[in-house]
């Protein structure tokens, strides 16, 4: 996943990542601050810092920490959900003065352990090649994980749709008998009205 958003300097902004289970997720940021005169954004935000705040879909706080303008930060995913990445800034401006615009470049990989190429070419063949086989290796337990997770989410997709299927079945049987009911009700009246009237 790679964005970018804007925020104000006090702003604080989330973003939701659905991820597995027992899964590394890395994210990369750069702060770029606006500049007024210039009409456009700096290279850079220095000396304006980033809160990084990671909460897990049962609401424990997984990671919660100050950075730089730019800055790489990790977590481990302990159950599968919908996981909350808060971004803010340290700002310490009154909201006032606080105007400046802010844009963050985020680059966030779920899952990937990423290869040190310089590393594997210092290294001889073989060690090249368990080096490459331990990625792959990776990054299927990490497709697999991925599937159970689908395939958790697929069962309880099919569940809600099971039991909304009986409800509204359900609802369609109660509403016909009231329907019967009413009908009935309405005859054995006009009945009643019809032989006081001595129309029958």
Partial sequence: ????????EREEKCI???????????????VQR????????????????????????????LLSKLYGPQGTF????????EHIICFQSNSTRFAVIAGSKLRIHLDIRVGEHFLDESAIQAKDKVNEVNVRLEHLIEQIHHVTREQDYERE??????????????NILWWAIVQTLILISVVI????SLRDFF??????
Avoid: C
Wanted: hydrophobic share 35%.
């Fill in 1 to 8: 996943l790679a964005l970018y958003f804007h925020i104000g």
């Fill in 185 to 188: 009700w309405q005859i054995k």
């Fill in 153 to 166: 989410r697929e069962e309880k997709f099919r569940k809600t749709s099971e039991e909304t299927n009986s």
């Fill in 16 to 30: 939701i990542e659905d991820i597995p289970s027992d899964t590394l997720v890395v994210g990369n940021y750069k």
């Fill in 34 to 61: 606006w500049d007024i005169h210039k009409h456009g954004f700096l290279e850079s935000a220095p000396g304006l810092g980033m809160f990084v705040t990671v909460t897990s879909p049962t609401g424990e706080v």
């Fill in 195 to 200: 032989i006081a009237k001595k129309l029958v």
């Fill in 74 to 81: 990790s977590f481990t995913s302990y159950v599968s959900g």
